[in-house]
């Protein structure tokens, strides 16, 4: 993320430096072809990965908070940069041409990460309830998540309240109970939806839900329960796709 800003790269770069390296973050200088596996993921290529993750994952992720705010910073810093050299008169047509690939760069990163927000919102009001009501969960959230998960789950009972709950006999008021072959009142995750896994690296053995142990291998992509790869995608060694 360190490194010359835009500006003194943009004026000392070579006459044929024609491309920008738009596989990488917009800051990291020319790009080097090198082996994906010996390859260093850049910041917007882990939040690539986490907002993947989240998308195929029933239940909420553990936030990325800090690297979240390492982009947004950066885009402030390139975006502050890109008007200063829009303001300059001295700016060449050239310098021009590299400030639009830099703001199409920046608004790649900044649909990424409204999506990424979106998608964790989704699921903190779909589980709002289920979320408040499971001190385990809260890690996972930040503090203005789980203030929204608490307040959003108490604006829903309240509407379910006025609108329903108070018209029916008092033994069914509650919205707590779990009738037996029914479906729960208070919506969870469903753990047991297949989801399509992708090694990084060797993992341990895991438990299928037929009782056999069964051991994934660097690049082999399964289709499993969520439920028997959720802790190997916590500790990083499974990516959901």
């Not at 044929?16 to 260093?40: H, K, M, N, S, V």
């Not at 992720?61 to 200063?84: A, F, N, T």
């Not at 329903?164 to 208070?186: A, G, H, Y």
């Not at 037929?210 to 994934?216: A, H, I, P």
Request: aromatic letters at 8%; hydrophobic letters at 35%; proline letters at 8%.
């Amino acid at each position: 993320m360190a490194g010359p800003s835009f500006i003194d790269r943009a004026r000392s770069a070579a006459d044929d430096d024609d491309d920008f390296p738009i596989g990488d973050f917009p800051g990291g200088g020319r790009q080097t072809i090198i082996p994906q596996d010996l390859a260093e993921e850049t910041p917007f290529q882990q939040l690539i990965r986490h907002w993947m993750n989240e998308r195929h994952a029933p239940d909420i992720l553990p936030g990325q908070e800090m690297l979240l705010g390492r982009l947004l910073d950066h885009i402030r810093k390139q975006s502050s940069d890109v008007e200063l050299l829009r303001a300059d008169p001295d700016s060449s047509e050239e310098e021009h041409f590299r400030i639009m690939l830099v703001q199409t760069e920046v608004e790649r990163v900044k649909f990424v990460i409204r999506s990424y927000i979106r998608t964790r919102l989704h699921k903190i009001e779909k589980y709002a309830k289920y979320i408040s009501a499971n001190p385990e969960i809260h890690e996972k959230l930040s503090k203005a998540e789980l203030d929204h998960a608490r307040r959003y789950a108490r604006l829903v009972d309240y509407h379910f309240n006025q609108s329903v709950l108070q018209s029916l006999p008092e033994q069914q008021r509650s919205s707590e109970e779990n009738v037996p072959f029914m479906p729960p009142m208070t919506a969870q995750p469903d753990k047991l939806r297949p989801v399509f896994a992708h090694a990084l690296q060797d993992c341990p053995p895991m438990r299928l839900p037929d009782g056999t142990m069964s051991e994934m291998q660097k690049g082999q992509i399964v289709l499993v329960p969520f439920y028997v790869v959720e802790q190997l995608l916590l500790r990083g060694e499974v990516e959901l796709v």
